[in-house]
Nanobody
Framework: QVQLVESGGGLVQAGGSLRLSCAAA????????MGWFRRAPGKEREFVAA????????DYADSVKGRFTISRDNAKNTQYLQMNSLKPEDTAVYYC???????????????????WGQGTQVTVSS
């Protein structure tokens, strides 16, 4: 499996921005669909965003549409999550996820991701 390491979390005021990064190692990055998930205190892990192997298509949870942007750089084996207009309800541990996926222009079901990073904390103060 691919190894994933997140970075870029921190404390930010409501309305602010953060960019998360996820560096991948161990396998060819471009064969993986990539995603971001989050777990808020006392809640289950939830889907945030995903991007196809070729970076052409992205999907977002309704709660982050228009505020978050997922992207990837296959030459750098890295994916990103740009988070703007942050809200206190965005406070969570954010996890990078990967799934080997044979179809470059499509995304796997959100319950099929099977490689995970250790998570990075994002805290948004009101």
């Amino acid at each position: 499996q691919v190894q994933l390491v997140e970075s870029g979390g921190g404390l930010v005021q409501a309305g602010g921005s953060l960019r998360l990064s996820c560096a991948a190692a161990g396998h060819t990055f471009s064969i993986y669909a990539m995603g971001w998930f989050r777990r808020a205190p006392g809640k289950e892990r939830e889907f945030v965003a995903a991007i196809t192997r070729n970076g052409i298509r992205a999907d977002y949870a309704d709660s982050v549409k228009g505020r978050f942007t997922i992207s990837r750089d296959n030459a750098k084996n890295t994916q990103y999550l740009q988070m703007n207009s942050l809200k206190p309800e965005d406070t969570a541990v954010y996890y990078c996820a990967a799934r080997f996926w044979g179809l470059p222009g499509t995304l796997p079901p959100i319950d099929r991701y099977d490689s995970w990073g250790q998570g990075t904390q994002v805290t948004v103060s009101s």
